[in-house]
């Protein structure tokens, strides 16, 4: 049995990727052509078990491009109305963790830049430049 309620359901969850996004993607391009150089999906710090998208080691800048159902987009996050118990924990549980790896990183001396997958790419890109200008 099927941890999905739905054949419908399970297709769609696997087609779900944790990272090489489409608006991940459009950063990243626009980032290299920009000419700044990175490491992609990795931890930027030992101590933490998450992964940042973007990572700038030597400037210690993480970057994050934030799904906004998975994170919790003030704008666009919708609730499940299937199996809501299960998913408005997960869901708070996800917005919790992102608080608490900005807030671990910064302790240990990163730069945390978290946007929303609809943010605009180039707008995305000029926040990041200015942030690794100034480190």
Do not use: Q
Not at 35 to 57: K, N, Q
Not at 64 to 81: N, R, S
Not at 95 to 113: A, H, I, M, N, Y
Not at 116 to 130: L, M, Q, S
């Amino acid at each position: 049995m099927s941890w999905a309620s739905s054949e419908g359901t399970r297709r769609s969850m696997l087609g779900n990727k944790a990272r090489n996004t489409k608006p991940e993607l459009a950063v990243r391009r626009a980032l290299h052509a920009e000419g700044f150089r990175y490491r992609v999906d990795i931890r930027p710090s030992l101590e933490l078990r998450g992964r940042a998208d973007i990572v700038f080691t030597k400037k210690k800048l993480a970057v994050y491009i934030d799904g906004c159902f998975w994170h919790g987009c003030p704008i666009h996050a919708t609730i499940p109305k299937r199996n809501a118990d299960y998913w408005i924990p997960k869901l708070e549980r996800n917005v919790e963790r992102d608080r608490e790896t900005t807030f671990k990183l910064e302790s240990l001396g990163w730069v945390v830049l978290r946007f929303w997958e609809h943010e605009d790419v180039y707008a995305i890109v000029h926040a990041i430049g200015i942030n690794w200008a100034k480190l």
